[in-house]
């Protein structure tokens, strides 16, 4: 159901991420039966983490092949048809489950650009308070917030985070600043990895206009231009060892259909897996590599939503994804923020059938859904499955559900504050309010998890970094213990999670990663090239 | 008119009995879309994982002739009428069983996701996002400030 979209050739010409080379790239589909393929790196993704760390490695002169799972979408393909979109970007319709009490819904990118093609945009550092508890109490070296600058300076140089500009700004925008300083709150204008963004809020379905600077429009076409190679619709199955150390994996091309054809192997001394906090625990997993600390640990930010009815109209589809964001109550554990999904979207997390989904729908235009994100203490694991894909256990303890409960509650404030007639919750045995005097209801609570509705795009620490091999699977630069050869490069390494959005995160760690290992493992690779020519 | 590509004839024709029982009606949502919500919803099934791929076909069987067990009605869902296959429907979704309710869930996901996504509902509704796309890349063509922005890189 195609919706057609007028948009003039000149038009579309005069935008540098419309029509962006990707030389060196091929599909998986064409590709010859039983492929082998060789290299100095592979890297297993092509997301925030995996194309950070091809391209650097590739600037530094390696032969480097990107494998990445998803198909290579352009700038140019993309479009407001949000099931076509989800069917192309998505990894199961963005409707994967994480299992556990209660049940969340988790949503990731699989396709060029990982999960960065569908992300809102937000690009914030690591709190100080983050990184210096790594360094503190992880006993993780050179990752202090003075350590970090020169990563953090050199990603921003390609992410260009900037402001909304005004005219990117709906209704919404401005009640919800406006109400949080009423509330003598501090509303933080969001950074955002972004040039001239123009406010279509597609950004959760590929930004058609170029703005979001994507690693899909920035450090893939970067690795590219500095020779490295990509093989999309390439599924990694597992690593190869020889000897301990790792030299290369096996895999799967995917055909037309998404589903498994061909098999294909790729060597290289230096394997880098960045295949997001879900799957390189499980192709970690599935290289049957037992160490107890592999999977475990996961963090999730989980996500609780609440829709404000307003009688005003809001139009909250108009205007730019999120321009602002509450840091005020980072210390508690809370981040508030908003997002409006597309009507679809936002009729599946609501409740009612029939005739009383219709009724809740007509009111589109007068909603507005802010949500609470949880820093939390609670941790999960990642299994794999009967069908040998990694499957997330997670279970929110009760002081992350007495947060929630808590940024619910201010939610609310805040909703109310701006003028909604009432507020629509996230829990089964309370589905709304419609008074700021009722939010003491959601505060009086008994911290129980159950009915509970809880999103979450943000996964990590599934291979995080240690000091020590009993507390993490990786050194304190991504290293996999104990085998050498094989790094972890994506928001596995978090040692903990963050509060804030993490792609910055994750690019600058590997950004300071991947520079470690140009500096002492690379030299190594190199001699040991030199010796066997 | 296409038929489904994925779905068997009938497990298609017990997911049009689930459509007409749980697709929005009233305040403006009586577009008569039916069969592109079907035909939308089988787009989508390659998509989904590969368990609950395998296991949909049963699970609807077991909605078809779960009324005599879960709601003690000798008939079958796709013979019951509307509110009744609703009410059912609804049963499904209270349930204390988590693989009951997940099926209800998953299926309503997407029947919703094809019914509001439909292009006559977006206009009913006034939602403009195709116009918006037009609109936004013409904006940022025309106000680009390529210096500023380092163009070309
Ligand atoms: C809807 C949405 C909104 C978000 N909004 C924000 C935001 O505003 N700001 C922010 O900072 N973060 C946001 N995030 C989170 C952020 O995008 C992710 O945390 C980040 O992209 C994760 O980086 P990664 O490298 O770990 O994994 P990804 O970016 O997900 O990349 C992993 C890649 O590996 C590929 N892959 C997986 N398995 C295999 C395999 N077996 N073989 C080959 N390839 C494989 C995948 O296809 C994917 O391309 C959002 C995420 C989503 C989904
Ligand atoms: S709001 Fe629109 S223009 Fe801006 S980044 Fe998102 S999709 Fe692109």
């Known amino acids: 159901m195609a919706i057609p979209a007028e948009l003039p050739a000149e038009v579309s010409a005069r935008i540098p991420e419309r029509g962006l080379a990707y030389p060196n790239c091929e599909s998986g589909r064409g590709a010859r039966r039983g492929a082998a393929l060789a290299a100095d790196v592979l890297v297993v993704g092509s997301g925030a983490g995996g194309a950070v760390a091809a391209c650097l490695l590739a600037e530094a002169g390696l032969d480097v092949l990107m494998l990445e799972e998803g198909s290579l979408h352009r700038t140019e393909s993309f479009s407001t048809d949000v099931l076509a979109m989800m069917r192309a970007l998505y990894r199961d319709l963005g409707g994967s489950m994480i299992l556990g009490r209660p049940p969340i819904v988790f949503a990731e990118g699989r396709c060029v650009g990982g999960s960065t093609v569908i992300n809102g945009g937000m690009y914030w550092r690591t709190p100080p308070r983050i990184l210096e508890r790594w360094e503190r109490e992880d006993g993780l070296p050179e990752i202090g917030p003075r350590a970090m600058e020169t990563a953090f300076a050199e990603v921003e140089r390609e992410a260009n985070p900037e402001t909304q500009a005004d005219d990117t700004l709906g209704v919404h925008h401005r009640l919800f600043a406006d109400a949080a300083r009423a509330l003598g709150w501090h509303p933080r204008e969001n950074l955002r990895n972004m040039r001239r963004c123009a406010g279509l809020n597609n950004c959760a379905f590929g930004c058609p206009t170029g703005a979001k600077q994507s690693t899909l429009v920035t450090w893939v076409p970067r690795a590219l231009r500095a020779g490295a190679r990509l093989s999309a619709d390439a599924y990694v199955d597992r690593v190869l060892f020889e000897g301990g150390r790792a030299v290369g994996v096996r895999g799967r091309y995917l055909g037309a259909d998404g589903r498994p054809s061909d098999r294909f192997s790729a060597h290289a001394p230096m394997v880098v897996l960045a295949a997001g906090a879900r799957h390189t625990a499980g192709i970690l997993k599935r290289s049957r590599l037992r160490a107890r600390p592999i999977g475990r640990h996961l963090t999730v930010h989980p996500n609780a939503k609440v829709v404000g009815i307003f009688d005003q109209t809001i139009r909250p589809w108009w205007g730019a994804h999120q321009a602002h964001q509450i840091h005020d109550f980072l210390d508690d554990g809370i981040l508030i923020g908003y997002a409006v999904p597309p009507p679809g979207l936002l009729a599946a997390a609501l409740p009612g059938l029939g005739e009383r989904s219709a009724e809740l729908m007509a009111l589109y235009d007068h909603m507005f859904p802010v949500g609470c994100l949880i820093e939390d203490t609670s941790s999960g694991r990642v299994v794999l499955g009967l069908d040998r894909q990694p499957q997330m256990l997670y279970s929110l303890s009760r002081r992350d559900t007495a947060t929630a409960h808590e940024g619910v509650a201010k939610v609310c404030e805040l909703l109310f504050a701006a003028g909604a007639r009432r507020c629509l919750l996230p829990f089964a045995d309370l589905a709304e309010i419609g008074s700021p005097d009722e939010i003491r209801r959601i505060r009086a609570r008994p911290p129980d998890p159950r009915g509970l509705e809880l999103m979450t795009v943000h996964i990590m620490g599934s291979a995080r970094m240690a000091a020590d091999p009993r507390r993490g699977a990786t050194d304190p630069f991504g290293r996999v213990f104990d085998v050498a050869g094989l790094y972890v490069a994506d928001a596995s390494l978090f040692p903990s999670p963050i509060g804030v959005n993490p792609q910055e995160t994750i690019m600058a760690l590997v950004t300071r990663n991947a520079r470690r290992w140009l500096e002492r493992d690379v030299p190594r690779l190199r001699a040991a090239r030199r010796d066997r020519a | ?153």
Not at chain 2, 134 to 149: G, I
């Open chain 2, 1 to 153: 008119m296409s038929a489904p590509r994925h779905l068997s004839p009938s497990s298609a024709a017990i997911l049009r009995a689930v459509i007409a029982a749980i697709r929005p009606r009233g305040h403006g949502f009586d577009q008569p879309i039916d069969e592109d919500v079907l035909l939308e919803v089988d787009r989508c099934l390659p998509c989904l994982p590969a368990l609950a791929r395998a296991a949909l076909p049963l699970g609807l069987r077991l909605l078809e002739w779960g009324p005599a067990p879960f709601f003690r009605r000798f008939t079958r869902l796709s013979a019951m009428p509307r509110d009744e296959a609703r009410a059912y429907l609804q049963g499904w979704l209270d349930s204390r069983l988590a693989l009951r309710r997940l099926l209800v869930h998953g299926l309503r996901a997407l029947v919703f996701l094809a019914f509001y996504q439909h292009p006559s509902v977006l206009r009913a509704m006034g939602v403009g996002w195709d116009r918006r796309l037009a609109e936004t890349v013409r904006l940022r063509a025309d106000t680009l400030d390529r210096e500023k922005y380092g163009y070309p890189r």
